[in-house]
């Protein structure tokens, strides 16, 4: 049987009003689903009865008529069934809780004060990592303990519910403490830093099961024998450290004995505690454990346990608690040890913000004591330590810095700003001032001490201490200025008495470490002459010695610092020595880190195109430093991520109307970024773009200057799209290229895009997602983009008649192992469409000034028979697909059924 194609007569403007869609007024009571719905008081929307009655429908799910406005949701769910949701009934109310306000209202307060000990628990933990990661040692430690065999030993014959009356009771349990405080002692030497932190979390482990298991002296002995480790200053650079854990298993029996009196007390919550309804059993139990802890001998375990545990006295004298930390105040100073002394009284400062935040008074005065006792630090048994351990008065120093910070941090909150100046004051009056004022400046708040920077700095200058601590200070004070805002007289000068200090220095990293929140400040607050005036210095202080290898972190962190507060690009590409800055960076990688983030600067502060020369030679170079870093151990994450910057910053680059310099400038980032194929395939589109804004300007009525431009941006695509590594890529822009090409009327260069198109298609087994099911939808997709911009080429009547169609063909004849036959049977129906729209008397497109075939054969009989014997042949393909002797499977037969569809759809005889 002969197969004949009758290609079907289309009259394509018919056919556009046919395919319009009706349109029909909609008046002002229609629905229509954009219309909004509106929602007027005393309104009841109506629900539809037309759904079966519920037979379980009581009339407790009526809405009431005498409502005034009724909530549609609420409307709803009256006309439901209660029984299709269970969760959806509320539960039966007692009478007491019908008469009660709402509880939301009730719990208020009691959510205020857990979301107030949460912060203050998040801001304790920062505290306490920040000590852990900076205190460390290699040291061995060692723990001497007492041993609990004895005070936990039971009497023979005598029974675990030994006494019944508190005062047996009592006895009893001061007994074994008295054996416990008199029984021997274990001690683990050698101890790795690790091993003595996992010993602590034992006995955190420990205490808390003793408790569970009802041992609680055993849980007490626990506590006391951790308190007691604070006196083992043996190794004192890790003593800040061993603070931290050892507070922790502190606070963790306190809680636990607030707990457990509270339990006796239901339903009271924690801030909710009325002295007037605690329980007798619950008093009981709470000055039961006031006289344990108040029998404890030693008295830095008495110390630390009754701060841990201060929380009980709410139980039996609320308004005391103010009486009770200022007795642990004043107990603090009879502990000889200054650093043990400082930790002690930040864990006063720290229990009381937590319980008492409203009661300040015993800040100032453990801040005070400890100005008092500096005179400690000069006795002989403390420089024994420091010769002992080999250590400085400095380095001594910077270990109750931690401690001293916590406290200040808990005085300067909420406090006034007098409060500063009283500190301060008091601070100049003792040795090692520096150290007291620095901690100063990170505690306050911002705001008050840069109001007096200007002094403090004339201040902190004046002192005839070490450099090094006039640095630090100033260090402090200038993260306080920049967050800050320093009154407006006093920034230059505050600017200037700060430089003149730091340019004596030598030292490369305490110069940087200073400078840094500086340069910070004068990007903040002054003009790119300063900003450059202080790259400069970095410079120079860097380049010694080559000394700027060593801190290119550092390095890195100011320059995002400064980059943060320039207002604009221009003011940054305009210095002089920003370039030679970035240069510093000789390392690659860290010079393709650092180039990647001033690009990203680049992209988010340069809203509107720009053609600067400086700025558009500074971002040639810092993209061209970001490729060069690539190589082939690169992650392709990295990869991406440098080709959307280097895109991104290509986009921002615009010489409006000077198309020639445009497309130079393209040409010159073709060479410098040859590696990324994103950012190759960006330049080609860019080129297209360009060839199409010319040819739009002047509306197709080219001159020999703008086709020769025209020319030469298809020339550039041309000799760019083979260096892709992608095929699919490379054919998608084959395709665009040669429909810009033909929109241009460079029909020739047009020609020899599709040409080009279609010879990648000889080649399928090179495509490198063949395999991927995903991928052929997308090369139909593309296939059918090319069949459609064939119908507008002119054919070259030397190679004959439809001769880029027929080499189509070849090719997916040719790629029979490679193309499936679905997705060939797909492609010969829509080459169908095409020779049906090559046969039409009027073409569906056409371009201005291009001759297609629709002129050159107007329908020709010739021209026809070529169209018919093509389609014979196409259809030949088809119908060997669809009758074909193949495996019949559900998926073949679903396929073949679509095939057949699309077959009749476009009208096959």
Same mark, same amino acid.
Request: hydrophobic share 40%.
């Given at each position: 049987?002969?197969?004949?194609? &009758?290609?079907?007569?289309?009259?394509?403007?018919?056919?556009?009003?046919?395919?319009?869609?009706?349109?029909?007024?909609?008046?002002?009571?229609?629905?229509?689903?954009? &219309?909004?719905?509106?929602?007027?008081?005393?309104?009841?929307?109506?629900?539809?009865?037309?759904?079966?009655?519920?037979?379980?429908?009581?009339?407790?799910?009526?809405?009431?008529?005498?409502?005034?406005?009724?909530?549609?949701?609420?409307?709803?769910?009256?006309?439901?069934?209660?029984?299709?949701?269970?969760?959806?009934?509320?539960?039966?109310?007692?009478?007491?809780?019908?008469?009660?306000?709402?509880?939301?209202?009730?719990?208020?307060?009691?959510?205020?004060?857990?979301?107030?000990? =949460?912060?203050? #628990?998040?801001?304790?933990?920062?505290?306490?990592?920040?000590?852990?990661?900076?205190?460390?040692?290699?040291?061995?430690?060692?723990? #001497?303990?007492?041993?609990?065999?004895?005070?936990?030993?039971?009497?023979?014959?005598?029974?675990?519910?030994?006494?019944?009356?508190?005062?047996?009771?009592?006895?009893?349990?001061?007994?074994?403490?008295?054996?416990? =405080?008199?029984?021997?002692?274990?001690?683990?030497?050698?101890?790795?830093?690790?091993?003595?932190?996992?010993?602590?979390?034992?006995?955190?482990?420990?205490?808390?099961?003793?408790?569970?298991?009802?041992?609680?002296?055993?849980?007490?002995?626990?506590?006391?024998?951790?308190?007691?480790?604070?006196?083992?200053?043996?190794?004192?650079?890790?003593?800040?450290?061993?603070?931290?854990?050892?507070?922790?298993?502190?606070?963790?029996?306190?809680?636990?004995?607030?707990?457990?009196?509270?339990?006796?007390?239901?339903?009271?919550?924690?801030?909710?505690?009325?002295?007037?309804?605690?329980?007798?059993?619950?008093?009981?139990?709470?000055?039961?454990?006031?006289?344990?802890? $108040?029998?404890?001998?030693?008295?830095?375990?008495?110390?630390?346990? =009754? $701060?841990?545990?201060?929380?009980?006295?709410?139980?039996?004298?609320?308004?005391?608690?103010?009486?009770?930390?200022?007795?642990?105040?004043?107990?603090?100073?009879?502990?000889?040890?200054?650093?043990?002394?400082?930790?002690?009284?930040?864990?006063?400062?720290?229990?009381?913000?937590?319980?008492?935040?409203?009661?300040?008074?015993?800040?100032?005065?453990?801040?005070?004591?400890?100005?008092?006792?500096?005179?400690?630090?000069?006795?002989?048994?403390?420089?024994?330590?420091?010769?002992?351990?080999?250590?400085?008065?400095?380095?001594?120093?910077?270990?109750?810095?931690?401690?001293?910070?916590?406290?200040?941090?808990?005085?300067?909150?909420?406090?006034?700003?007098?409060?500063?100046?009283?500190?301060?004051?008091?601070?100049?009056?003792?040795?090692?001032?520096?150290?007291?004022?620095?901690?100063?400046?990170?505690?306050?708040?911002?705001?008050?001490?840069?109001?007096?920077?200007?002094?403090?700095?004339?201040?902190?200058?004046?002192?005839? =201490?070490?450099?090094?601590?006039?640095?630090?200070?100033?260090?402090?004070?200038?993260?306080?200025?920049?967050?800050?805002?320093?009154?407006?007289?006093?920034?230059?000068?505050?600017?200037?008495?700060?430089?003149?200090?730091?340019?004596?220095?030598?030292?490369?990293?305490?110069?940087?470490?200073?400078?840094?929140?500086?340069?910070?400040?004068?990007?903040?607050?002054?003009?790119?002459?300063?900003?450059?005036?202080?790259?400069?210095?970095?410079?120079?202080?860097?380049?010694?010695?080559? *000394?700027?290898?060593?801190?290119?972190?550092?390095?890195?962190?100011?320059?995002?610092?400064?980059?943060?507060?320039?207002?604009?690009?221009?003011?940054?590409?305009?210095?002089?020595?920003?370039?030679?800055?970035?240069?510093?960076?000789?390392?690659?990688?860290?010079?393709?880190?650092?180039?990647?983030?001033?690009?990203?600067?680049?992209?988010?502060?340069?809203?509107?195109?720009?053609?600067?020369?400086?700025?558009?030679?500074?971002?040639?170079?810092?993209?061209?430093?970001?490729?060069?870093?690539?190589?082939?151990?690169?992650?392709?994450?990295?990869?991406?991520?440098?080709?959307?910057?280097?895109? /991104?910053? !290509?986009?921002?680059? /615009?010489?409006?109307?000077?198309?020639?310099?445009?497309?130079?400038?393209?040409?010159?980032?073709?060479?410098?970024?040859?590696?990324?194929? $994103?950012?190759?395939?960006?330049?080609?589109? /860019?080129?297209?773009?360009?060839?199409?804004?010319?040819?739009?300007?002047?509306?197709?009525?080219?001159?020999?200057?703008? /086709?020769?431009?025209?020319?030469?941006?298809?020339?550039?695509?041309?000799?760019?799209?083979?260096?892709?590594?992608?095929?699919?890529?490379?054919?998608?822009?084959?395709?665009?290229?040669?429909?810009? *090409?033909?929109?241009?009327?460079?029909?020739?260069? @047009?020609?020899?895009?599709?040409?080009?198109?279609?010879?990648?298609?000889?080649?399928?087994?090179?495509?490198?997602?063949?395999?991927?099911?995903?991928?052929?939808?997308?090369?139909?997709?593309?296939?059918?983009?090319?069949?459609? #911009?064939?119908?507008?080429?002119?054919?070259?009547?030397?190679?004959?008649?439809?001769?880029?169609?027929?080499?189509?063909?070849? @090719?997916?004849?040719?790629?029979?192992?490679?193309?499936?036959?679905?997705?060939?049977?797909?492609?010969?129906?829509?080459?169908?469409?095409?020779?049906?729209?090559?046969?039409?008397?009027?073409?569906?497109?056409? !371009?201005?000034?291009?001759?297609?075939?629709?002129?050159?054969?107007?329908?020709?009989?010739?021209?026809?028979?070529?169209?018919?014997?093509?389609?014979?042949?196409?259809?030949?393909?088809?119908?060997?697909?669809?009758?074909?002797?193949?495996?019949?499977?559900?998926?073949?037969?679903?396929?073949?059924?679509?095939?057949?569809?699309?077959?009749?759809?476009?009208?096959?005889?």
């Amino acid at each position: 049987m002969s197969l004949v194609w &009758k290609p079907k007569t289309v009259c394509y403007e018919l056919e556009i009003e046919k395919r319009k869609a009706a349109r029909k007024d909609v008046k002002k009571d229609d629905y229509h689903p954009l &219309k909004l719905i509106t929602v007027k008081e005393g309104s009841v929307i109506k629900i539809s009865n037309t759904t079966k009655k519920n037979p379980l429908k009581t009339n407790t799910s009526k809405v009431n008529s005498n409502v005034d406005f009724v909530d549609p949701l609420s409307a709803f769910t009256a006309t439901s069934n209660p029984l299709s949701d269970p969760l959806s009934v509320p539960p039966p109310k007692s009478k007491e809780e019908k008469v009660t306000r709402n509880p939301l209202e009730k719990e208020v307060e009691t959510t205020n004060n857990e979301a107030e000990d =949460e912060k203050k #628990s998040n801001d304790w933990t920062v505290y306490k990592m920040k000590i852990l990661n900076k205190f460390t040692t290699d040291e061995k430690l060692s723990i #001497s303990m007492t041993s609990l065999a004895k005070g936990d030993s039971i009497k023979e014959g005598q029974n675990r519910n030994y006494a019944t009356s508190v005062s047996d009771k009592m006895k009893t349990r001061l007994g074994q403490l008295d054996d416990f =405080e008199e029984g021997g002692f274990h001690e683990m030497q050698n101890l790795t830093q690790q091993e003595f932190i996992n010993r602590i979390q034992e006995l955190k482990q420990m205490l808390k099961e003793a408790w569970d298991s009802s041992q609680k002296v055993k849980a007490l002995k626990i506590s006391i024998q951790c308190a007691k480790l604070l006196n083992d200053t043996s190794v004192m650079q890790f003593y800040p450290s061993k603070f931290v854990l050892i507070a922790d298993v502190l606070d963790s029996f306190g809680s636990l004995v607030f707990q457990r009196i509270l339990t006796k007390c239901e339903p009271m919550k924690p801030g909710q505690v009325d002295p007037k309804k605690v329980t007798t059993s619950a008093r009981e139990i709470c000055i039961n454990w006031l006289l344990k802890i $108040a029998s404890i001998r030693e008295l830095l375990p008495r110390l630390c346990i =009754e $701060a841990a545990t201060i929380r009980c006295n709410e139980f039996i004298r609320p308004g005391d608690w103010n009486c009770v930390l200022l007795r642990l105040t004043n107990m603090a100073r009879g502990i000889g040890n200054p650093l043990v002394a400082v930790f002690i009284r930040a864990y006063l400062c720290r229990v009381g913000m937590l319980h008492m935040p409203s009661f300040r008074g015993h800040l100032k005065y453990n801040f005070y004591d400890y100005l008092s006792s500096f005179q400690q630090i000069r006795r002989d048994s403390v420089h024994n330590m420091m010769a002992a351990q080999k250590i400085s008065l400095d380095t001594y120093l910077s270990y109750h810095k931690p401690a001293v910070d916590w406290i200040l941090s808990c005085l300067a909150k909420d406090a006034h700003e007098e409060t500063l100046t009283e500190v301060i004051e008091k601070c100049k009056r003792c040795e090692n001032s520096l150290l007291l004022i620095n901690c100063c400046l990170t505690s306050f708040r911002s705001e008050y001490v840069a109001t007096r920077a200007l002094s403090i700095c004339r201040q902190i200058c004046s002192y005839e =201490e070490t450099v090094l601590h006039k640095l630090m200070a100033l260090e402090a004070l200038g993260k306080s200025t920049v967050n800050g805002e320093p009154p407006e007289a006093d920034r230059l000068p505050l600017l200037n008495e700060v430089w003149k200090l730091l340019v004596k220095v030598k030292n490369p990293e305490h110069f940087l470490s200073c400078a840094s929140p500086w340069m910070e400040y004068a990007a903040k607050y002054f003009s790119k002459r300063e900003v450059n005036t202080v790259l400069g210095e970095v410079i120079k202080h860097m380049t010694p010695d080559r *000394a700027f290898e060593r801190l290119y972190p550092e390095l890195h962190s100011v320059m995002g610092k400064v980059l943060d507060r320039m207002p604009s690009v221009a003011q940054v590409f305009y210095m002089d020595k920003f370039l030679p800055y970035i240069d510093m960076f000789q390392h690659e990688e860290r010079k393709a880190e650092i180039c990647l983030q001033v690009g990203q600067f680049f992209v988010k502060k340069q809203e509107e195109e720009t053609c600067d020369p400086i700025i558009v030679n500074v971002i040639l170079y810092i993209c061209k430093a970001i490729h060069d870093a690539l190589n082939a151990l690169s992650i392709e994450d990295r990869r991406k991520q440098s080709a959307r910057l280097i895109c /991104s910053s !290509i986009d921002k680059i /615009s010489f409006r109307k000077d198309f020639e310099q445009q497309l130079a400038f393209y040409v010159t980032c073709r060479a410098n970024f040859c590696n990324l194929d $994103a950012v190759i395939a960006t330049l080609v589109h /860019s080129v297209n773009r360009l060839s199409t804004k010319v040819t739009s300007i002047i509306q197709g009525n080219h001159t020999k200057k703008t /086709s020769a431009f025209v020319r030469a941006c298809t020339a550039f695509s041309f000799i760019t799209i083979p260096s892709l590594s992608n095929n699919l890529v490379k054919f998608n822009l084959y395709i665009e290229s040669g429909q810009v *090409a033909l929109n241009c009327q460079c029909v020739s260069q @047009a020609d020899a895009m599709f040409k080009s198109a279609i010879g990648m298609l000889h080649e399928m087994k090179s495509f490198s997602d063949v395999r991927q099911s995903n991928f052929w939808p997308s090369f139909i997709t593309s296939v059918s983009n090319l069949l459609s #911009s064939l119908l507008l080429v002119p054919d070259n009547t030397e190679k004959g008649v439809l001769y880029l169609l027929r080499g189509l063909l070849n @090719a997916i004849s040719e790629s029979n192992e490679t193309v499936p036959a679905f997705t060939r049977c797909n492609l010969f129906i829509k080459v169908l469409a095409l020779l049906t729209a090559y046969s039409q008397d009027q073409y569906l497109h056409r !371009i201005d000034k291009i001759e297609s075939n629709e002129t050159l054969y107007s329908n020709d009989p010739k021209f026809l028979d070529q169209i018919a014997q093509i389609s014979m042949t196409v259809l030949n393909e088809i119908f060997s697909y669809i009758g074909g002797n193949d495996k019949v499977g559900g998926v073949i037969v679903f396929t073949k059924k679509k095939v057949i569809f699309k077959f009749v759809r476009r009208g096959i005889v």
